[in-house]
């Protein structure tokens, strides 16, 4: 499997651009995780999906941030309008569902990241 | 109450020494999953390591090993015979069955293994 797929990998934008992020889970997994990661903030979690519908959304910043699971294989991220403190890298991640089931099953994989540039 | 604690922002390491990376966690859930992380300079989330709640043996991944003490709350990760490549940022992480299988990642520690 090529693993998590994350485009693009770079973006610079102008602040009040809409943004899209892009993701390909590894295929068969159910879980997907979207995640945020700053110096000032470490790795914040911002939603996750579970058979594509939104388990937990408390961690999206503002109603500027959206995210869709349309299908088992792709996501999206959009921020719409983009602010400069937005700036940071968006990882994603996938998963099996859980433990009990066991072992190497559990395992979160991440993406490469889309490190995201707010001019 | 943090669900993963790391308490050492930054750790020094001699090459081929082994190195101790602490980690403690919070939860009432008696099925969770305990996992290391590794990042690099060049970004990458890479994963090392993995201990389920009821596994009765600590788990090893080549020069990994995760000692895993339930009473404590405590899932260290031991990296022996260390090489400049391990430094890195390290992050531990929990997955609670109760929770939603949500993941919970401690603050890091950044690794550097010096020549």
């Known amino acids: 499997d090529a693993g998590v797929i994350q485009s693009p990998r770079h973006e610079v934008t102008e602040m009040g651009q809409e943004v899209t992020l892009r993701c390909k889970p590894i295929?068969?997994?159910?879980?997907l995780f979207w995640y945020r990661q700053t110096m000032m903030r470490g790795l914040e979690l911002l939603i996750y999906?579970?058979?594509?519908?939104?388990?937990?959304d408390s961690g999206m910043p503002e109603d500027r941030f959206s995210a869709k699971m349309p299908n088992a294989s792709f996501s999206t991220l959009k921020i719409q309008p983009s602010e400069p403190r937005d700036s940071a890298v968006y990882f994603c991640?996938?998963?099996?569902?859980?433990?009990?089931?066991?072992?190497?099953?559990?395992?979160?994989?991440f993406g490469a990241g889309t490190r995201l540039s707010v001019l | 109450a943090q669900k993963i604690t790391q308490t050492q922002p930054g750790m020094f390491v001699q090459e081929k020494e082994a190195v101790t990376l602490d980690c403690t966690y919070d939860?009432?859930?008696?099925?969770?999953?305990l996992f290391w992380y590794k990042q690099p300079s060049s970004g990458e989330m890479i994963f090392l390591i993995y201990?389920?709640?009821?596994?009765?043996q600590n788990a090893t991944e080549g020069r990994y090993s995760l000692n895993f003490q339930k009473a404590r709350k405590s899932a260290n990760l031991v990296i022996s015979a260390s090489q400049l490549g391990d430094s890195a940022m390290y992050f531990c992480?929990?997955?609670?069955?109760?929770?939603?299988?949500?993941?919970?990642f401690g603050t890091g520690t950044s690794l550097t293994v010096i020549p």
């Open positions: 991640a996938s998963s099996l569902g859980l433990v009990g089931s066991g072992g190497d099953k559990n395992i979160q994989y």
């Open positions: 295929s068969g997994h159910d879980y």
């Open positions: 999906f579970n058979n594509n519908v939104p388990i937990d």
């Open positions: 939860t009432s859930d008696p099925s969770y999953g």
């Open positions: 201990q389920g709640s009821y596994d009765q």
């Open positions: 992480a929990m997955r609670e069955r109760n929770t939603g299988n949500q993941f919970y």
